[in-house]
């Protein structure tokens, strides 16, 4: 190797050096000028989850007459004029309670005739959906007030409010869903399962299923 290449050799390896040490330092000294910490200023407009109970409800509120007009122009082409679905999409207004239980022990259609009346839990979660995700072609688009108008229309299509209910975020947690009962909260711990790569079995694993039939066991 020349004494050029020996030295241009050398001043790569403590650039390197240099700037693996600099690496270094920026990372145990936190971010190296990358990035900024995140303030609950940022993080408001992401934090909109509303929980079963009424927890984050925004301020607002909406009736049922108010609820009409936007479920007409932007829901019932999807979900029908008076909640009874449209070919492909699921109904608001399903079954009464005891016939859809009853349905259901005999093991016949669960979902065709399933609706907020009968297999939604509570009222907040329903807000939170239409909130969220209607109406389907623009999802998000319905403001606050307009979208608690709504969730009183469908609750009214239910036969859950009577046409002078107001939905806000003071009253939707109180309303009494028919399938309250049905729904309960999980109040197991969160664990810690370390994933297992090898021996994780003292004995082998016994097939007591198949899939596919003469697959496998």
Not at 21 to 36: M, R, V
Not at 82 to 110: H, N, R, V
Request: a negative charge; aromatic letters at 8%.
């Amino acid at each position: 190797m020349s004494k050029l290449k020996t030295s241009k050799f050398g001043l790569g390896l403590a650039a390197g050096v240099m700037a693996l040490g600099l690496s270094t330092a920026g990372i145990a000294g936190g971010f190296n000028g990358i990035g900024a910490n995140i303030t609950e200023k940022a993080v408001d407009p992401w934090d909109i989850s509303v929980f079963y109970d009424g927890t984050n409800l925004p301020k607002g509120s909406g009736t049922v007459e108010a609820g009409q007009q936007p479920y007409d122009a932007k829901c019932a082409m999807c979900h029908g004029a008076f909640g009874e679905g449209a070919e492909g999409y699921p109904k608001m207004a399903g079954d009464p309670m005891p016939a859809f239980i009853q349905s259901l022990k005999q093991g016949l259609d669960g979902v065709g005739n399933r609706g907020v009346n009968n297999a939604w839990g509570h009222a907040p979660t329903l807000f939170d959906m239409i909130k969220r995700h209607m109406p389907f072609y623009a999802p998000g688009t319905m403001g606050v007030d307009e979208s608690y108008a709504v969730t009183c229309y469908v609750l009214n299509l239910g036969g859950i409010v009577d046409m002078d209910f107001t939905c806000s975020n003071e009253t939707l947690a109180d309303v009494d869903m028919p399938a309250r009962e049905y729904y309960v909260t999980d109040t197991r711990p969160d664990v810690d399962n370390k994933r297992c790569m090898s021996d994780c079995y003292d004995e082998k694993p016994k097939v007591v299923g198949a899939a596919v039939t003469g697959v496998s066991e």
